[in-house]
């Protein structure tokens, strides 16, 4: 199993930029994706990106052009750079990292874009 901790998260404004890292310890190097989700205020948590570890990348189309997933395999972290940030970002970004069937959670970063 792994345990992700993110951080990064903070207040920020429309436009701006923001850089969410996490990193996994534990059995790292069995992990086959990681990636970022989304959860806004009231509603369901959904899939910003995510990189397999044959480096495959899939966006949101919410963030196609904007956000940017990036992996270090080696170290066990994931990052989302998030630029042109938008007030409908806002929300908790969970970290996630699947491994044997198993997908496993961080506690979350707070994002929150003033317009």
């Known amino acids: 199993q792994v345990q992700l901790v993110e951080s990064g998260g903070g207040l920020v404004q429309a436009g701006g930029s923001l850089r969410l890292s996490c990193a996994a310890s534990g059995s790292i190097f069995s992990i086959n994706a990681m990636g970022w989700y989304h959860q806004a205020p009231g509603k369901q948590r959904e899939l910003v990106a995510v990189?397999?570890?044959?480096?495959?990348?899939i966006y949101a189309d919410s963030v196609k052009g904007r956000f940017t997933i990036s992996r270090d395999n080696a170290k066990g972290t994931v990052y989302l750079q998030m630029n042109t940030v938008k007030p409908d970002d806002t929300g908790i970004y969970f970290c996630s990292a699947r491994l044997w069937g198993n997908t496993y959670w961080g506690q979350g970063t707070q994002v929150t874009v003033s317009s």
């Open positions: 990189t397999a570890t044959g480096g495959s990348i």
